[in-house]
C-alpha cells in the first residue's frame, strides 16, 4: 500500500511554468507505476503523463506533449511533473496515481490505478 501527497501547485500566468511533486510513502514505492491525471470542472478525469516503475518508459497526452515532462526519483520516493509553457487550458486539480502493474504496461486509465493523491490546484491565468 501506497500513501501519496501533491504539491506544488499554484496560480500562475499563461506561458508559465510550475513543477508538480508527489511524495509517496512506504518502501515499495519503486514497484509502483506512477501517472499524473488532471480534472477541470465540469469534465472526466484524464491522464496527462505515465512513467514506468524504473523511469525508463513514459507517455504523455497529446495536448501536453513537448510541455510537459514527466520523472521520479525513486530514492526519494517522489514523482515530479515539469509543467512548462502552461495555458489557461490546463487549469485543473492535478492528481498523482499509482497502479501495482507486474507486467510492465502503460496505463492510461484511471480505472487501473489503485492509489491517488488528494489533488493539486492550478490555475493558468491569460
Known amino acids: 500500500q501506497v500513501q501519496l501527497v501533491e504539491s506544488g501547485g499554484g496560480l500562475v500566468q499563461a506561458g508559465g511554468s510550475l513543477r508538480l511533486s508527489c511524495a509517496g510513502s512506504?518502501?515499495?514505492?519503486?514497484?509502483?507505476?506512477m501517472g499524473w491525471f488532471r480534472q477541470a470542472p465540469g469534465k472526466e478525469r484524464e491522464l496527462v503523463a505515465f512513467i514506468n516503475r524504473s523511469g525508463g518508459s513514459t507517455y504523455y497526452a497529446d495536448s501536453v506533449k513537448g510541455r510537459f515532462t514527466i520523472s521520479r526519483d525513486n530514492s526519494k520516493n517522489t514523482v515530479y511533473l515539469q509543467m512548462n509553457s502552461l495555458t489557461p487550458g490546463d487549469t485543473a486539480v492535478y492528481y498523482c496515481?499509482?497502479?501495482?502493474?507486474?507486467?510492465?504496461?502503460?496505463?492510461?486509465?484511471?480505472?487501473?490505478?489503485?492509489?491517488w493523491g488528494q489533488g493539486t490546484q492550478v490555475t493558468v491565468s491569460s
Open positions: 512506504g518502501r515499495t514505492f519503486s514497484s509502483y507505476s
Open positions: 496515481a499509482a497502479a501495482a502493474d507486474l507486467f510492465g504496461r502503460t496505463l492510461l486509465k484511471t480505472a487501473e490505478y489503485g492509489y
